[in-house]
Nanobody
Framework: QVQLVESGGGLVQAGGSLRLSCAAS????????MGWYRQAPGKERELVAL???????NYADSVKGRFTISRDNAKNTVYLQMNSLKPEDTAVYYC????????????????WGQGTQVTVSS
């Protein structure tokens, strides 16, 4: 099982910044895409940003120009730098890791973090 440890959430005023981190366990055969999703109360979980193993990125339109996703492959870690935060960014943010745990596993699997709360006050 891939373990994901998230950190960096919290309470911030509108216009402020936060940086989320998600570290995957080190004993993984290969990691493909990593990313972040979020879920606000009463809403569906939605994509925030993804980054491939080749570091190509994909962002939700609502965060383009404000959020930046990056990764450190040596540390199996993905980051989300969030700037110019808005109250509508308030949600639980979940880390996603698409990985193959062992070389003999037949396919990659999606693994999820436990979630970290981001609250933006107006």
């Amino acid at each position: 099982q891939v373990q994901l440890v998230e950190s960096g959430g919290g309470l911030v005023q509108a216009g402020g910044s936060l940086r989320l981190s998600c570290a995957a366990s080190r004993n993984i055969f290969s990691i493909n895409t990593m990313g972040w999703y979020r879920q606000a109360p009463g809403k569906e979980r939605e994509l925030v940003a993804l980054i491939s193993s080749a570091e190509s990125t994909n962002y939700a339109d609502s965060v383009k120009g404000r959020f930046t996703i990056s990764r450190d492959n040596a540390k199996n870690t993905v980051y989300l730098q969030m700037n110019s935060l808005k109250p509508e960014d308030t949600a639980v943010y979940y880390c996603l890791c698409n990985a193959r745990l062992r070389s003999w596993f037949p396919r990659n699997e999606d693994y999820w973090g436990q979630g970290t709360q981001v609250t933006v006050s107006s």
